[in-house]
C-alpha cells in the first residue's frame, strides 16, 4: 500500500480536527478547534486546486470567528456570570441538581444530596442557572461539598468569579475554603483554581475585590482552603 502524500496527510489532518471539534462538549472549545480544522481544510484545498473547498472553509471560518469574537465579548462583560445565594429548600436548585446529578458525581462521586445547613450559590449566565456550589462553614472556612458547572461554561470562569474577584465569600467573613480531588479531572480544576495540597484536601484563601487577600504562595506552603 502506497504512503499518504503529504497534501494527502493535510487533508486527513483537517478532517480529524473537525471531528473532534464535535465532540466538544464545550462551545468555546468547539469553535476554536473547528476553526483550526477548516483553516487546514483552506490550506489542503489550496494544495488541490479546488475552489468550492476553499470557499466552503473560508465561510466556515468567518463563521467562527463570528460567534468567537461574540463569545469572548460576552465574557468581558460585567455579569456574564452572577454568584447568587439560594435557600436549601429552593424549587430551582432541586431541579437543577435533579437534572444535572449524575454529571456531578462524575467529578464528585461522594456528593449525595444537599443538607439544610449547608451554604448554597448557584452560577447564572445571563441570569440562566448554570452551575452549583455547596459547602459546609466552620468559622471562617468552608468545605466545599459540590463545585459544578455544566460543560458547556466548564472554562473556570465561574470558579475565578466565585473565589475570586466578585467577593462572594469574602464579604461573609469566609476566609478559606477545601475541597477533596476525588477525581483527576476535579484535582485539575482545583489546581487551576489556585488550591494547593495539604493534609489530604486542596486548599486556598478567597479573594476580595481589590485581589488576593494573602499571598497565593507555592505548593510547599501553607495551604489556601479546602474545596
Same mark, same amino acid.
Given at each position: 500500500?502506497?504512503?499518504?502524500?503529504?497534501?494527502?496527510?493535510?487533508?486527513?489532518? !483537517?478532517? =480529524?480536527? +473537525?471531528?473532534?471539534?464535535? #465532540?466538544?462538549?464545550?462551545?468555546?472549545? %468547539? @469553535?476554536?478547534?473547528?476553526?483550526? *480544522?477548516?483553516?487546514?481544510?483552506?490550506?489542503?484545498?489550496?494544495?488541490?486546486?479546488?475552489?468550492?473547498?476553499?470557499? !466552503?472553509? =473560508?465561510? +466556515?471560518?468567518?463563521?467562527? #470567528?463570528?460567534?468567537?469574537?461574540?463569545? %469572548? @465579548?460576552?465574557?468581558?462583560?460585567? *455579569?456574564?456570570?452572577?454568584?447568587?445565594?439560594?435557600?436549601?429548600?429552593?424549587?430551582?436548585?432541586?431541579?437543577?441538581?435533579?437534572?444535572?446529578?449524575?454529571?456531578?458525581?462524575?467529578?464528585?462521586?461522594?456528593?449525595?444530596?444537599?443538607?439544610?445547613?449547608?451554604?448554597?450559590?448557584?452560577?447564572?449566565?445571563?441570569?440562566?442557572?448554570?452551575?452549583?456550589?455547596?459547602?459546609?462553614?466552620?468559622?471562617?472556612?468552608?468545605?466545599?461539598?459540590?463545585?459544578?458547572?455544566?460543560?458547556?461554561?466548564?472554562?473556570?470562569?465561574?470558579?475565578?468569579?466565585?473565589?475570586?474577584?466578585?467577593?462572594?465569600?469574602?464579604?461573609?467573613?469566609?476566609?478559606?475554603?477545601?475541597?477533596?480531588?476525588?477525581?483527576?479531572?476535579?484535582?485539575?480544576?482545583?489546581?487551576?483554581?489556585?488550591?494547593?495540597?495539604?493534609?489530604?484536601?486542596?486548599?486556598?484563601?478567597?479573594?476580595?475585590?481589590?485581589?488576593?487577600?494573602?499571598?497565593?504562595?507555592?505548593?510547599?506552603?501553607?495551604?489556601?482552603?479546602?474545596?
Amino acid at each position: 500500500m502506497d504512503a499518504f502524500s503529504p497534501v494527502e496527510l493535510v487533508g486527513y489532518l !483537517a478532517s =480529524a480536527l +473537525i471531528v473532534l471539534s464535535l #465532540v466538544m462538549a464545550s462551545v468555546l472549545r %468547539l @469553535r476554536i478547534i473547528n476553526l483550526v *480544522g477548516a483553516t487546514v481544510f483552506t490550506v489542503y484545498g489550496v494544495l488541490i486546486g479546488s475552489w468550492p473547498v476553499i470557499v !466552503a472553509n =473560508a465561510a +466556515i471560518i468567518a463563521i467562527n #470567528v463570528y460567534y468567537l469574537a461574540n463569545m %469572548l @465579548r460576552s465574557r468581558a462583560r460585567q *455579569g456574564y456570570f452572577e454568584v447568587v445565594a439560594v435557600p436549601t429548600d429552593s424549587p430551582i436548585l432541586h431541579r437543577f441538581v435533579t437534572q444535572h446529578v449524575d454529571d456531578m458525581r462524575r467529578f464528585q462521586p461522594s456528593f449525595t444530596a444537599i443538607e439544610h445547613h449547608h451554604l448554597v450559590w448557584m452560577i447564572l449566565h445571563d441570569a440562566v442557572p448554570v452551575g452549583v456550589v455547596v459547602g459546609e462553614r466552620h468559622g471562617d472556612h468552608v468545605v466545599l461539598h459540590l463545585d459544578y458547572v455544566i460543560a458547556e461554561h466548564r472554562d473556570f470562569t465561574a470558579g475565578e468569579l466565585l473565589f475570586g474577584h466578585s467577593g462572594t465569600l469574602h464579604y461573609l467573613g469566609i476566609e478559606r475554603v477545601s475541597s477533596l480531588a476525588e477525581t483527576d479531572a476535579h484535582r485539575r480544576y482545583l489546581e487551576k483554581m489556585g488550591f494547593r495540597r495539604a493534609n489530604g484536601h486542596w486548599e486556598r484563601t478567597v479573594d476580595g475585590p481589590d485581589g488576593p487577600s494573602r499571598s497565593a504562595g507555592s505548593p510547599g506552603e501553607r495551604p489556601r482552603g479546602d474545596h
